[in-house]
């Protein structure tokens, strides 16, 4: 089974940044559409943004001009790189396949608040 693991989440105050990494044990990581997706309290779980295996990135209106989504296929990880933050992007922060076809992992926790 692929294992999921997301890290980089924390608290940070309005306008600043985070750098969100995920990592799959996958040995086909390459071949798939990896994504972003959030859940905030009450809320159900949104995609945030996408990218495909060759590297094209697509953002949900929210995020799009602030977020970055970055794929590294020999290292088997993805990234996002959180600018602008605000306090409506917390969330906890989960990486899977486009659809979202793995086990969930545990996510990453990102709290903006001043």
């Known amino acids: 089974q692929v294992q999921v693991v997301e890290s980089g989440g924390g608290l940070v105050q309005p306008g600043g940044s985070l750098r969100l990494s995920c990592t799959q044990s996958?040995?086909?990581?390459?071949?798939?559409?990896m994504a972003w997706y959030r859940q905030a309290p009450g809320k159900q779980r949104e995609l945030v943004a996408r990218i495909a295996p060759g590297g094209q990135g697509d953002y949900a209106d929210s995020v799009k001009g602030r977020f970055t989504i970055s794929r590294d296929n020999a290292k088997n990880t993805v990234n996002l790189q959180m600018n602008s933050l605000k306090p409506e992007d917390t969330a906890v922060y989960y990486c899977n396949r486009s659809p979202s076809t793995l086990k969930w992992g545990q996510g990453t926790q990102v709290t903006v608040s001043s």
């Open positions: 996958s040995s086909i990581f390459s071949f798939f559409v």
